[in-house]
């Protein structure tokens, strides 16, 4: 009978203090936010995510998440450079198939320093863990940044 009257008060209790930690927590999801778009402007020489703005309009609240979680927790981390997440994240989504998320980020990389040779080489790398169809359509979306960008570049003033 006691834990009849003990679940009540265990479920009324942290109701309560859910309710008293809210103006914590929606400050500290407007924190993230804000390092998400900070993370963003870095990558992006200084522009939004096109992507992610789109993304907001139907799906704000998988926006809102991705630039929270994504790139305001997890991205603004502490113990890696964002050469060495870029890196990473190509290899990652290229490995899982994911060309159009490797595409985005292997564009980061390029704004931030990364060069075409080492994307290359993360792509050869791919072929271990992932195999070799894998890595042949990562290399063709890649092409096509690479080639995208050099165009755009032969045609900048």
Known sequence: ?????????????????????????????????????????????GAPQPVLEDMREEFPFL?????????GEVWSRPGLDNRTRQIAAVAAFAAIGET???RTHAGYALNI????????????MVTVPAGFPRAISASQVLSELF???RAAAEGAP
């Open 1 to 45: 009978m006691t834990q009849l009257f003990t679940r009540p008060r265990i479920a009324a209790s942290m109701a309560m203090a859910a309710m008293i930690a809210a103006p914590a927590f929606a400050q500290t999801s407007d924190e993230r936010l804000e390092r998400g778009s900070a993370v963003i402007r870095e990558l992006n020489n």
């Open 63 to 71: 926006a809102d998440a991705t630039q929270g979680y994504a790139l």
């Open 100 to 102: 159009g998320f490797m």
């Open 113 to 124: 320093g990364v060069t075409e040779e080492e994307l290359k080489e993360v792509i050869y």
């Open 147 to 149: 080639e995208e960008r």
